[in-house]
């Protein structure tokens, strides 16, 4: 972990409304060394009797990481670079608050392990300046990995936005998503 | 031969389907492989650019290659998993041989090529030469595709040669043919990234092509309008400006209006009309009745929608359309694809940068499988095999007497029929599944059960070749050198990544072996791929499909070329039509007048739902590949039965409840998924399952009269609710029987 | 990590500590069984113990944590306790004992840290009560001064005999090579991991030298300077002894001062994977949470409510307008949610795309 090469130039851009639901990004993220075959990125129907839509989650990497602090093990930590990383497998105790807590609905209780696993953003590539397995393949680039520039000029109408809105709480992350320009938040509630 | 020679559930237990997964950590060597091969995933037409990892000649894992420019490493579901395909329990790793009651035995290549030649010897003189047939697949490379063609015209000297291409775009194909000359698409697909407006037009993108949705993308990020034509809300047309729910079997209908819209409007180019084209005036007379509400009685789409599309696409500066099977798979294929052509020809938008017109071909080389002459009807550089002077010169290359090079043969259905009819004895097929991928599979089944003698080449036992009584293990697609052509018309390589494993062979050496013993080894001396891929330059010299200019090497400098190519210092033909100089005889494009007509089979009181079919995202094909990746059939387990909650209704049936759905062919249970996602009088089910899961029980093998393709996109059918809810899980349908 | 000292913290350390000092004192029979060679030993367990408590109680009091640790004995006390202590047992064995929740996740890796894990942990069972003087071994004074006698040996427990074998026995021989016999297992499960560490590409991306590979080499010194120093005594005749009994202690002791910050405070730490479990199975009993969206249950209403104050007391308020929380959807509940916000933005925004 010392040694890195990771790029603090690219960062995460999430558009759902661009995600077709063809799982490749699931696919592609059991392929991530860190994770051992399981999946950690989540696709799912919005709600299929009605539409087709589905939406596209990876971890956010929340600045204030609520996961972490109501980990009773101290099992979640998040690096310099803002990645917050899965669980430490010795420390987990496999008690599930992280996943009922994240605004998001990220982390997923291995219950086989009696642990949980998270994205931590392809830590094995990232840290070697590669881009995540999910955004690599994502053939909607609903997920996109690059930097500031390339995606304002690749999309000038839409704005990254980090701040979310859940009623009384405001949730400031490290990954972005598109929405239409001029926008500053994205209340969810 | 007759029936399985053991039951299907022993067949299952010794050869599969079984699911592969990758063990929990990975394969051993993934982090520090051997080699990491710049290849193309196997399955469909996109044939985007992979990096294979391998390891002790096993593929091991991939990664993404960022530099091909048509994916940049981007990747579906099926193509991550691809490389589970190999280090495949399931793998055929022995020629079989069948023994009845017990099964397949594993024999000696000898003993099993030495029955093949002795079996097809013996069919020919009893009842000639065309009594023996040859079933061939456009997953093949162009040099095995060309092989097959010359194998069975050279070496069996059957006329009785077709492939799977004709249940995939043959349709297209005439339809470009009939209309430009040439059949490919116009242009490559970064042509739409600049395209004002785009249509979509009976193609899943988003399950079928999903790298392709990339492209669209791009195009809406620069503000391009999008109108999806589906029965469906397809993932596509969730955010689409317009989506057209046409009732299956009508598209000519709608096209045919939109056409009389734009020439009541004036939305026509006059100059390029009147230039370029010809039979404008029968064409529009055709269309002259096709009003906005006769439209929307037929295909059931609201008039306003129409002329909205309608109006889009007629004031669009640069467009670009784009169908698939949704529009081929119908006895009026052909007018389908001629309906989209006309539309494209009125507002002259071809032959320029952003504006384009193609068909998105499926399989992984369904665009130079279609091309080098394994086709009944074709013969290489999409010559025509009924044309005497493309006779001469194709007799020439191969060294034969042209009075010696058979004539045209029947059509893969056609096929099946004559087989079915007694006329028809022998078969060999390779890269074939039609035990799952023909309509009206149960009337296919009794024709395989009726042959004297039939061999399969495949690297595992598909559903079909079950019923075989030899199957020769061939090869996987990273085990052998090529080329294939991308539904872009872009010519790339295929690499060997690694060898077959224990005794199975590639299948250029079986073809090879075989022809030498039916005693054309004087014909088939090639040393390697590329000696077979420069024949094949030769044999396309001058035919519409022209490689001739396509060298391994150039292939692998630019990361593919696209044809026509006609020489060495060509750079190749990313855009057609630049010079407006069109292949057609007159060497202008051809209007064809379309006039609306029923499907083949129509709804009526007993048989009162539309049914049609298509493909789910994790699966390809028959799914002989992907039936057997765990993670695959696990996106997918089983093929649901999509109904609309009103019609859901109509027949008390609850979500997830076992659906009896039958045709005048068939029937299959299926459980419902109630969507408000598809039109409210028709139901959907995809194909890629075998046995009682199979939607191919019901569908119906009405075929196009010019392409010879069936209607699997609209029978009529009726349902009857079991009450029984299934719960995920369940049932297993991968290795149904 | 905690900056400031924790008075609790310190109070419950400090009085444990002593406590085990007095028995230890007395236990030892007032020093009288207590080996002196073993005092470096004494004080970085003594150390380790006070450092482990202080750490544990530190821990204890992060809302979280003492959330489950409450509602555990809660449990445990109301409601049917010999139903929960014999729960409580069985899953001690399967998830401490034989830490079975590591076997799906590879054989090899559940091998290897059993191994490494029953030889720590019996190797703790048996040099700490030695370095506290709680265990002693004696010459059965009955045999020792009879020449044709076979030897017998006393183990005593706080000076109490608890059982005697013959000298030479094979008995004997476990006994006196325990400590052989946690080497190995230490070792084996040791290289494993080690060996894992430095070809796994998914964790030579995530380790840190100090957090996953000094414990390892930490316990591979222990391990072979242990085996180390019996090989020297009982082949060598006592070649580097010193140097290895040295290299031992100081490696020996480091580990014990390190537990309660490094890795190994997880051995202290994992029985609360026990309480999580009597926390799910009660919280079943009380009923489950469903899901607003999806309509479907997703964990227990008790968890739901319990993570409402949770959160709160770290700083989060999820509370929403209505009076609801957001915390009561299920993890596809609020992506789904998200989503569905997304979609209302993207659409008021005119545009999916750009």
């Known amino acids: ?189 | 031969m007759a029936k399985l020679p053991v039951s299907p559930e022993k067949i299952i237990e010794d050869f599969g389907p079984h699911l592969n997964f990758t063990p929990t950590e990975g394969y051993p060597g993934r982090d520090e492989p051997d080699a990491t091969v710049k290849t193309h995933c196997c399955f469909c037409g996109m044939q985007c650019g992979i990096q294979l990892l391998v390891k002790n000649n096993k593929v091991v894992g991939f990664e993404p290659w960022m530099e091909f420019p048509f994916n940049e490493g981007r990747l579906c579901p099926k193509g991550v998993q691809r490389y589970l395909q190999d280090n495949h329990p399931d793998r055929l790793l022995d020629p079989l041989e069948r023994v009845e009651g017990k099964g397949f035995k594993p024999v000696s290549w000898d003993t099993a090529l030495d029955r093949v030649t002795a079996e097809i010897q013996r069919i020919q003189q009893a009842y000639g030469k065309d009594a023996f047939s040859i079933l061939s697949g456009v997953s093949l490379t162009n040099e095995k595709s060309y092989l097959m063609g010359k194998f069975a015209r050279v070496a069996v000297k059957t006329s009785n040669l077709d492939y799977n291409g004709r249940l995939c775009m043959v349709s297209a194909g005439a339809g470009n043919k009939k209309a430009f000359g040439l059949d490919r698409t116009s242009n490559n697909y970064t042509d739409l990234a600049h395209a004002e407006v785009i249509i979509v037009a009976g193609a899943n993108v988003s399950e079928t092509f999903p790298t392709l949705t990339y492209w669209i993308w791009r195009a809406r990020d620069n503000g391009a309008k999008l109108i999806v034509v589906d029965p469906r809300v397809i993932p596509l047309a969730r955010t689409a400006d317009i989506h057209l729910p046409i009732k299956p079997g009508t598209d000519s209908a709608l096209y045919g209006a939109m056409l009389k819209y734009l020439v009541d409007h004036d939305m026509l180019d006059h100059d390029f009309i009147n230039n370029h084209t010809t039979g404008f005036d029968e064409t529009i007379a055709a269309v002259k009745d096709y009003t906005l509400e006769w439209a929307e009685q037929v295909t059931g789409i609201e008039k306003e929608k129409i002329e909205q599309a309608a109006a889009m696409w007629g004031k669009a500066s640069t467009s670009f359309l784009l169908h698939a099977r949704g529009i081929e798979h119908h006895s009026k294929g052909v007018e389908n694809v001629l309906g989209c052509i006309n539309l494209v020809l009125a507002t002259g938008r071809i032959g320029r940068p952003y504006c384009g017109y193609g068909t998105i071909t499926g399989q992984g080389n369904g665009q130079g499988g279609r091309e080098h002459g394994h086709k009944c009807d074709q013969l290489p550089g999409n010559r025509d095999i009924t044309n005497p002077e493309h006779r001469k010169y194709i007799a020439g290359v191969w060294g034969i007497p042209e009075s010696e090079l058979p004539g045209k043969g029947l059509t893969a259905y056609e096929l099946i029929e004559a087989i079915h009819r007694g006329e028809v004895k022998g078969l060999l097929s390779i890269c074939f599944n039609p035990l799952v991928s023909l309509p009206n599979n149960n009337y296919v089944r009794e024709a395989l059960e009726k042959l004297e003698f039939y061999v399969a080449i495949d690297f595992f036992l598909n559903e079909t070749a079950r019923h075989a009584d030899i199957i020769l293990a061939g090869s996987l697609h990273e085990e052998e050198e090529g080329t294939v052509t991308t539904a872009e018309g872009r010519v790339v390589r295929i690499r060997a990544a690694v060898s077959p494993p224990a005794n199975a062979r590639t299948d250029t050496s079986i073809i090879l072996d075989l022809a030498a013993r039916l005693g054309a080894a004087d014909k088939f001396t090639y040393k390697d791929s590329e000696a077979i891929f420069n024949e094949l330059r030769i044999a396309s010299k001058g035919g519409t499909a022209n490689y001739y200019g396509i060298t391994y090497k150039k292939i692998e400098d630019n990361m593919g070329v696209f044809w026509p190519c006609p020489s060495e210092d060509h750079p190749g033909t990313p855009r057609l039509w630049e010079d407006k100089k069109f292949a057609t005889p007159d060497g202008k494009a051809h209007f064809n007048p379309v006039h609306y007509r029923d499907p083949g089979e129509v709804t009526d009181e007993e048989y009162p739902v539309v049914l049609t079919t298509g493909r789910v995202v994790s699966q390809y094909l028959s799914g002989t590949q992907t039936r057997r990746i765990g993670k695959l059939v696990g996106l997918i387990p089983e093929p649901l039965l999509e109904i609309h909650p009103e019609l859901a209704m109509k027949y008390g049936i609850r979500q997830r409840e076992m659906v009896k759905v039958s045709t005048r062919r068939g029937t299959g249970e299926f459980p419902a998924n109630i969507v408000e996602t598809i039109r409210k009088d028709t139901v959907f089910i995809p194909y890629h399952w075998p046995g009682r899961k199979s939607a191919n029980q019901l569908t119906i093998g009405t075929l196009d009269p010019v392409s010879k393709i069936p209607e699997f996109k609209v029978c009529a059918c009726k349902l009857e609710p079991l009450g029984v809810i299934s719960r995920p899980g369940e049932t297993t349908a991968f290795d149904s029987i | 990590m905690h900056a400031s000292l924790n008075k609790k913290a310190l109070l419950v350390a400090t009085i444990v500590t002593l406590g085990c000092v007095v028995i230890s004192f007395y236990g030892s029979r007032k020093l009288q069984n207590f080996d002196p060679a073993l005092i470096a030993y004494l004080f970085g367990t003594l150390f380790a113990l006070f450092g482990g408590i202080y750490r544990y109680c530190v821990w204890l009091q992060r809302p979280p944590t003492w959330m489950y640790f409450r509602r555990t004995w809660q449990f445990i006390f109301k409601g049917s306790f010999f139903v929960h202590i014999w729960l409580l047992l069985e899953d001690s064995v399967k998830n401490l004992l034989f830490q079975r929740f590591i076997y799906p996740r590879g054989k090899k890796r559940w091998f290897a840290h059993f191994m490494l894990a029953s030889g720590c942990l019996a190797a703790f069972a048996i040099t700490i009560p030695l370095t506290l003087g709680w265990i002693n071994f004696t010459l059965d004074p009955g045999t020792a001064l009879d020449p044709g006698a076979v030897k017998l040996y006393n183990a005593n427990f706080f000076g109490f005999k608890v059982m005697s074998f013959k000298l030479g026995s094979v008995l004997a021989f476990l006994i006196f090579h325990a400590l052989t016999w946690c080497s190995w297992a230490v070792i084996a499960g040791a290289v494993i991991f080690f060996v894992r560490r430095l070809t796994n590409a998914g964790l030579i991306a995530s380790q840190t030298f100090e957090g996953d590979l000094l414990p390892l080499i930490l316990l591979i010194i222990i391990s072979v300077t242990g085996l180390g120093l019996n090989f020297s005594y009982a082949f060598m005749k006592g070649m580097a002894y010193d140097f290895m009994s040295v290299t031992h202690a100081i490696s020996v002791i480091l580990f014990l001062v390190w537990i309660p910050f490094g890795k190994f405070f997880h051995i202290i730490q994992r029985p609360a994977q026990i309480g999580a479990h009597i926390y799910k199975r009660e919280g079943k009993k009380r009923g489950m949470a469903v899901c607003p969206h999806t309509g479907k249950e997703f964990t227990t209403q008790l968890h739901v409510n319990d993570l409402k104050i949770v959160t709160k007391q770290v700083g989060f308020d999820f509370t929403l307008e209505d009076g609801s929380s957001h915390l009561d959807y299920s993890p596809e509940g609020k992506r789904s949610l998200l989503a569905k916000a997304h979609l209302k933005a993207r659409q008021e925004g005119g545009s999916f795309f750009g």
Not at chain 1, 14 to 30: F, L, N, P, Y
Not at chain 1, 57 to 62: K, S
Not at chain 1, 96 to 113: H, L, Q
Request: glycine share 4%; aromatic share 6%; hydrophobic share 35%.
């Open chain 1, 1 to 189: 972990m010392e040694v890195t090469a990771y790029k603090t130039d690219m960062e995460f851009f999430v558009d759902m409304q661009r995600c077709i639901g063809c799982k490749a990004c699931e696919m592609a993220c059991a392929e991530c060394e860190t994770n051992g075959q399981e999946s950690m990125i989540h696709v799912n129907y919005v709600e299929r009797a009605v539409t087709i839509q589905t939406t596209v989650q990876v971890c956010m990497h929340c600045d204030d990481p609520v996961c972490a602090k109501v980990c009773p093990a101290d099992a979640i930590s998040k690096d310099d670079f803002g990645v917050v990383h899965s669980a430490n497998t010795s420390r987990c105790i496999g008690c599930s608050n992280c996943v009922m807590a994240c605004p998001f609905g990220v982390p997923i209780k291995e219950e086989k392990y009696d642990m949980m696993m998270k994205c931590n953003m392809c830590y094995d590539r990232t840290s070697a300046g590669k881009k995540p397995m999910c955004a690599t393949v994502c053939p909607s680039q609903a997920l996109f990995y690059g930097t500031r520039e390339e995606i304002s000029r690749m999309r000038p109408n839409s704005t990254p936005v980090n701040t979310f809105v859940f009623g009384e709480q405001v949730v400031t992350t490290k990954v972005n998503i598109m929405m239409p320009k001029g926008s500053t938040q994205l209340k969810v509630h």
